[in-house]
């Protein structure tokens, strides 16, 4: 009995001992993946977290190299993005057989579809060393794998079985925390991207893009609803290499799933197999709406049978709040381009008084056909006693209320240009009419002359604006006019100087707006001094040419950021 006592005992003694040693290991191996867990979690990005797996597991294991291979499963491949302890040959092998060969790494694929660690011996054949193929997953999606080297034959413990599953589980989350960093960067660099004023083709464009590039998917669709709300029609597309299934291109919204879609609904198809198509499809398409109201959608397909995780749902909803804001923005701001085309357009057209043998050219340039309309503006005035007005103008702002500030400014300054004989005057009374009213953040420089052929006496007034320039044909020399006054608009009672000279037959006067000599190539502008020399080697050719070859020897120089009038007056007889 004694000895059965003792047999006994020593069984509870080799149990607890086996307990003690089990637990020593599920203590270690849950410390290592503490510290794993925290090392992963110091990173944001995808590229990051991929790149901290393959250089701090390997040491987890006592292994000497590792990768990563991410699965394409359009291919059936592994297209090798990380590796750690591999030379430089090696490297270039391993990226080529992963991406061109179906075959490559079997035990990798073997990982992946059995969704557990493969482990290898050295007695198995392919094996240099030892191995251990962790699959990777996002969201039970499959990722890729993790596949981990040693020079030397071993055999696998439950240590490390158990410390492989819990790689596994860890990479998971942090292949998901990366994923959700990455959508959430991509969204405000949308965001930012569509912010700006964009013609509506072009936020099309971007949105399309967009959803691509943030989603990685194989296509993009737009579709808006027809005036009846009875039909989703495909209108913008970025394809990608797939062809949108024929009873996509044009859908009931009376039916199902597209109903749900008018209802504010994103409806997910993970196994798209009803649409006949000749490779697996997944689709997804949430709706374009505006202050709750849909007027369309946004469609994304993939070449593969499983759709969208959790988190690009989520993202793939707000890529279309903002793109549906987008839209709205550039069709509103496209109106009041339209309103400001044309109310510039009239602007710009000026009834031409008798010019009494003079020559006068004008032109107005915009910077961008696609830019929001600006302030700059010219007119010509028919004065009492067969006087002129020129007058070469910039109002601050841009669109539709900047262009119906430009055209009071014109009129009133025509009103108070019949009253005043003086250009000071003039520019007197018109600051104080307009300082009254407006904002703080508008003001107009601009350049106002009277000429009087008959005398041939000018005179000259300016605000805030660029000098006037008077070609002298006598002398073959410029004189250049300063602007002495103040921008109008600003405070009241301002005083504005005036200069008055002599215009004799073939001298010639020029005004022009900054957008001129503002015109930029690297960091040199045109400035004043090509507009000078311009002027005194083509001075003898006809205003209107004088005043276009102007604008085009800007436009040589650099770029001209901002919209451009010049005016030319020759002064006599060009015959």
């Given at each position: 009995m004694e000895g059965s006592m003792v047999e006994g005992r020593s069984e509870r003694l080799e149990t607890l001992e086996r307990t003690l040693a089990a637990l020593r290991e599920d203590y270690e191996v849950a410390n290592i993946l503490l510290g794993l867990s925290g090392a992963l979690a110091e990173v944001r990005s995808l590229e990051e977290t991929l790149g901290r797996a393959v250089r701090t597991i390997p040491g987890l294991f006592g292994a000497e190299r590792s990768l990563v291979g991410q699965w394409q499963p359009e291919s059936g491949t592994f297209a090798v993005t990380h590796t750690f302890g591999y030379i430089d040959t090696e490297v270039a092998e391993l990226h080529s057989r992963g991406t061109n060969d179906p075959a490559s790494f079997p035990y990798s694929r073997r990982a992946i579809e059995e969704k557990s660690p493969v482990f290898v011996s050295a007695e198995e054949p392919h094996a240099p060393g030892a191995v251990i193929v962790i699959p990777l997953s996002r969201w039970e999606a499959d990722f890729g794998a993790l596949r981990i080297e040693f020079d030397e034959p071993r055999e696998f413990t439950s240590r490390d079985r158990d410390l492989a599953r819990g790689v596994a589980h860890q990479l998971g989350h942090a292949l998901s925390n990366a994923r959700r960093f990455n959508l959430l960067q991509n969204l405000r660099s949308f965001g930012s991207a569509i912010g700006e004023r964009l013609r509506y083709g072009d936020v099309l464009r971007r949105i399309l893009s967009g959803a691509s590039s943030l989603l990685d998917c194989d296509g993009a669709w737009i579709y808006t609803i027809d005036n009846s709300s009875s039909m989703f029609v495909s209108t913008a597309a970025h394809e990608g290499g797939v062809a949108l299934p024929e009873r996509l291109a044009r859908a009931s919204a009376t039916e199902e799933p597209w109903s749900r879609v008018l209802r504010g609904e994103t409806v997910i198809w993970n196994d798209a197999v009803d649409f006949h198509s000749p490779v697996p499809l997944s689709l997804a398409v949430t709706p374009l709406a505006t202050k709750g109201k849909p007027f369309g959608a946004l469609m994304v397909v993939n070449k593969r049978a499983s759709?969208?995780?959790?988190?690009?749902?989520?993202?793939?909803?707000?890529?279309?709040?903002?793109?549906?804001?987008?839209?709205?923005?550039?069709?509103?701001?496209?109106?009041?381009?339209?309103?400001?085309?044309?109310?510039?357009?009239?602007?710009?057209?000026?009834?031409?008084?008798?010019?009494?043998?003079?020559?006068?050219?004008?032109?107005?340039?915009?910077?961008?056909?696609?830019?929001?309309?600006?302030?700059?503006?010219?007119?010509?005035?028919?004065?009492?006693?067969?006087?002129?007005?020129?007058?070469?103008?910039?109002?601050?702002?841009?669109?539709?209320?900047?262009?119906?500030?430009?055209?009071?400014?014109?009129?009133?300054?025509?009103?108070?240009?019949?009253?005043?004989?003086?250009?000071?005057?003039?520019?007197?009374?018109?600051?104080?009419?307009?300082?009254?009213?407006?904002?703080?953040?508008?003001?107009?420089?601009?350049?106002?002359?009277?000429?009087?052929?008959?005398?041939?006496?000018?005179?000259?007034?300016?605000?805030?604006?660029?000098?006037?320039?008077?070609?002298?044909?006598?002398?073959?020399?410029?004189?250049?006019?300063?602007?002495?006054?103040?921008?109008?608009?600003?405070?009241?009672?301002?005083?504005?100087?005036?200069?008055?000279?002599?215009?004799?037959?073939?001298?010639?006067?020029?005004?022009?707006?900054?957008?001129?000599?503002?015109?930029?190539?690297?960091?040199?502008?045109?400035?004043?001094?090509?507009?000078?020399?311009?002027?005194?080697?083509?001075?003898?050719?006809?205003?209107?040419?004088?005043?276009?070859?102007?604008?085009?020897?800007?436009?040589?120089?650099?770029?001209?950021?901002?919209?451009?009038?010049?005016?030319?007056?020759v002064s006599g007889s060009l015959a």
């Open positions: 759709g969208l995780g959790p988190d690009d749902q989520e993202a793939f909803c707000v890529l279309a709040t903002q793109g549906a804001q987008a839209m709205e923005n550039s069709r509103r701001f496209e109106r009041e381009r339209s309103v400001a085309r044309s109310l510039q357009n009239g602007l710009l057209r000026t009834e031409s008084p008798d010019m009494q043998g003079c020559d006068f050219g004008a032109i107005y340039q915009s910077a961008d056909a696609e830019a929001d309309i600006g302030g700059d503006f010219y007119d010509l005035i028919d004065l009492p006693h067969g006087r002129l007005g020129l007058v070469v103008g910039d109002v601050s702002g841009k669109g539709a209320e900047a262009a119906a500030q430009t055209a009071m400014v014109k009129y009133m300054l025509r009103a108070f240009a019949i009253q005043d004989e003086s250009p000071a005057t003039t520019l007197y009374r018109l600051n104080n009419a307009l300082a009254r009213d407006m904002s703080e953040d508008r003001f107009i420089t601009l350049v106002y002359a009277t000429f009087d052929p008959k005398s041939q006496r000018c005179s000259i007034a300016g605000a805030g604006h660029p000098s006037s320039l008077i070609y002298r044909r006598d002398r073959a020399e410029i004189d250049s006019f300063d602007s002495q006054g103040p921008a109008i608009g600003i405070f009241e009672n301002e005083t504005f100087g005036q200069t008055t000279t002599d215009i004799y037959p073939g001298d010639v006067f020029l005004a022009y707006t900054d957008g001129l000599i503002e015109a930029r190539s690297g960091d040199d502008f045109f400035g004043e001094e090509r507009v000078e020399a311009y002027l005194a080697a083509n001075h003898d050719r006809p205003a209107a040419q004088i005043s276009a070859g102007m604008y085009e020897e800007a436009r040589r120089f650099g770029s001209v950021g901002d919209d451009t009038v010049v005016i030319t007056l």
